[in-house]
């Protein structure tokens, strides 16, 4: 009697932090766009990248030291290099500017960069800065880790210019443990509650928490500028709003049974590119005076579209920090388990 052999199917994708990677990455360049309006700071920067340090601690998942490094270098470092030597070269080809202060902003990162293109480039430094220290945090009870994630962020209100002088972003990064552990946290226990309770709840929260910014009765976040909002509450508003927002999109998936979306999968995987990219575009259009949401189009389509295409390349890895694509039919891949991209990656 001849046996027939069934390889166990891989763990399904979860398809509301695809669409969470998706909401985030847009709402980066929305922010960009139109930063310096009270909406964008009220509405936008309060969550935006608390989301992404969120989610890499609710996709956490402990390995061995090097082989954790090695990973978060190629997804984080390695495109984070090759957009910095472009953008440093465009930009001292525009404006001629390549003095020693140039040279050594460029090197040790953070607020000392030049300029609008490398706007974001703080958060790649500042992750993996906080992903070093919490892999030793994490041996820790979850307790424990708390106590040093609100001593880390202490630093953020009682000296907020020490904070943002620290090189490479790397003192913002220990800060944003807070939202790290709060992604930890709610994948530890939010299986307590039914997906309708955390559906109403979540709702409630982000209602609640966008009032209360939105009225100004509660101060925004900024991560970058090190300004983490009103003490206490500022920090717990963020995390409520990521926390719900998760939990309503999980319900509206779930809802619609939308088990699989390999184009939004690919569209999620492909964001760390857009990342470092879109505000050197928007530096660019700036003679041009454009209408901000034709700014926001054409910052968030160019390199999006771009970075989909480079996927499918071996230069994928240097790019966008995600291995080459597989060549096989898109049907093939669907199911292919947990999100994994340079922010928030599991492990």
């Not at 609008?116 to 820790?140: E, H």
């Not at 003192?171 to 790290?180: K, P, R, T, Y």
Request: net charge positive.
């Amino acid at each position: 009697m001849s046996e027939t052999l069934i390889a166990p199917s891989a763990p399904r994708r979860d398809v509301t932090l695809d669409v969470l990677r998706v909401i985030g990455i847009a709402a980066v360049v929305v922010a960009h766009v139109w930063w310096m309006t009270d909406w964008a700071h009220a509405y936008i920067f309060s969550w935006n990248m608390p989301l992404f340090f969120f989610l890499t601690g609710y996709l956490w998942k402990t390995r061995p030291f090097p082989s954790m490094v090695k990973r978060r270098s190629e997804m984080l470092l390695v495109p984070y290099a090759f957009w910095l030597v472009v953008w440093s070269v465009i930009v001292v080809a525009v404006t001629h500017e390549f003095t020693v202060r140039f040279i050594v902003g460029q090197v040790i990162g953070g607020r000392y960069m030049a300029g609008k293109p490398f706007w974001a480039f703080w958060f790649s430094t500042a992750l993996f800065v906080l992903v070093i220290a919490y892999w030793v945090v994490a041996k820790l009870p979850l307790w424990a880790q708390w106590i040093v994630g609100i001593a880390l962020v202490i630093p953020a209100y009682v000296v907020p210019d020490a904070v943002r002088t620290v090189p490479f972003g790397a003192a913002i990064g220990l800060a944003c443990m807070v939202f790290l552990l709060a992604g930890r946290t709610v994948r530890r226990f939010e299986g307590a509650l039914s997906v309708l309770a955390r559906v109403v709840i979540g709702a409630v929260a982000v209602a609640a928490s966008f009032v209360l910014f939105g009225l100004g009765l509660v101060q925004p976040v900024d991560l970058k500028l090190v300004q983490f909002g009103t003490p206490v509450i500022g920090v717990a508003l963020a995390i409520a709003i990521v926390t719900g927002g998760m939990w309503v999109l999980r319900g509206v998936v779930t809802a619609l049974s939308l088990h699989s979306a390999p184009t939004l999968s690919l569209l999620a995987e492909s964001t760390f590119m857009v990342t470092l990219t879109h505000a050197g575009i928007l530096w660019a259009l700036d003679p041009l005076e454009l209408a901000p949401i034709a700014q926001f189009a054409i910052a968030l389509a160019v390199p999006w579209s771009a970075a989909l295409v480079v996927r499918h390349t071996r230069a994928s890895r240097l790019l966008t920090g995600m291995p080459q694509r597989p060549a096989r039919p898109m049907r093939e891949r669907v199911g292919t388990g947990t999100t994994t991209t340079a922010a928030g990656e599991a492990g």
